[in-house]
């Protein structure tokens, strides 16, 4: 209301991944043309004794490497354990090619080249061995 910002808005509940999401539905919006603009992002408030303990229970918390905290957080390696939960968040401007020379932006910070997002309905933490929600998803 500050800023006078109108338009299209939704809201993207889905754990961590929630503001990837929104992110990417923005995207979706901007390159269909719904849109020619448009703020997307998240946060996460994680670290609460209510969500540490929760995760922890639910064996989600990473259990190796946890005396260097630069090898903890491995999401793509094969030794992951777990996750590393932390708080933050963050927005991004999208828009399209066209909005920004309208502007005359400067530059080009970015550019997202596509978005998709897939249920393999296998774990709630951990893609199939296989990986076929994540090929399908690409």
Same mark, same amino acid.
């Given at each position: 209301?500050?800023?006078?910002?109108?338009?299209?808005?939704? $809201?993207?509940?889905?754990?961590?991944?929630?503001?990837?999401?929104?992110?990417?539905?923005?995207?979706?919006?901007?390159?269909?043309?719904?849109?020619?603009?448009?703020?997307?992002?998240?946060? /996460?408030?994680?670290?609460? $004794?209510?969500?540490?303990?929760?995760?922890?229970?639910?064996?989600?918390?990473?259990?190796?490497?946890?005396? /260097?905290?630069?090898? $903890?957080?491995?999401?793509?390696?094969?030794?992951? *354990?777990?996750?590393?939960?932390?708080?933050?968040?963050?927005?991004? &401007? &999208?828009? *399209?090619?066209?909005?920004?020379?309208?502007?005359?932006?400067?530059?080009?910070?970015?550019?997202?080249?596509?978005?998709?997002?897939?249920? /393999?309905?296998?774990?709630?933490?951990?893609?199939? /061995?296989?990986?076929?929600?994540?090929?399908?998803?690409?």
């Amino acid at each position: 209301m500050e800023h006078g910002i109108k338009g299209h808005v939704s $809201a993207a509940s889905m754990a961590s991944a929630g503001g990837a999401i929104a992110i990417g539905e923005a995207f979706r919006l901007v390159k269909h043309g719904v849109v020619d603009r448009i703020i997307a992002g998240g946060l /996460d408030y994680n670290v609460n $004794a209510n969500c540490v303990g929760g995760m922890n229970a639910f064996g989600a918390l990473t259990r190796s490497f946890n005396d /260097d905290s630069d090898l $903890a957080m491995r999401p793509f390696d094969q030794r992951r *354990s777990g996750t590393v939960i932390s708080d933050g968040g963050a927005l991004v &401007l &999208l828009e *399209s090619e066209e909005s920004a020379k309208k502007r005359s932006a400067e530059a080009v910070y970015g550019e997202i080249a596509g978005f998709n997002m897939n249920c /393999d309905a296998f774990h709630a933490l951990r893609p199939t /061995d296989s990986g076929v929600g994540l090929i399908s998803a690409i």
